[in-house]
């Protein structure tokens, strides 16, 4: 029952923007960290960025920092990744994440369908 659905990519020029959303369901949103992930043909799959159960503190690959920004609205169950100053090398599959294990040392992954974000060259 537990359901990511992401949408906003799409095809954007190298230093434009886009903003992501996720759309969660299935499970207490407010309870839980959420993530970003990314993968491109060719390379593994990266962790973009993550946030708290409540928006307190966030995480970013160093390649992202400084330009993307994760955030969430848990009143409206949705997770965001506002995404400026965008590369070549930005475009992947973004893919919604949330790890709803209870431990540290366990992971219980739920994942989106993913959203291509294609920054042309």
């Known amino acids: 029952q537990v359901q990511l659905v992401e949408s906003g990519g799409g095809l954007v020029q190298p230093g434009g923007s886009l903003r992501l959303s996720c759309a969660a369901s299935?499970?207490?949103?407010?309870?839980?960290?959420m993530s970003w992930y990314r993968q491109a043909p060719g390379k593994e799959r990266e962790l973009v960025a993550a946030i708290t159960s409540a928006g307190g503190s966030t995480n970013y690959a160093d390649s992202v920092k400084g330009r993307f920004t994760i955030s969430r609205d848990n009143a409206k169950s949705t997770l965001y990744l506002q995404m400026n100053s965008l590369k070549p090398e930005d475009t992947a599959v973004y893919i919604c994440n949330a790890d709803l294990s209870d431990t540290l040392y366990t992971r219980n992954d739920y994942w989106g369908q993913g959203t291509q974000v294609t920054v042309s060259s």
């Open positions: 299935g499970f207490t949103f407010s309870n839980y960290a």
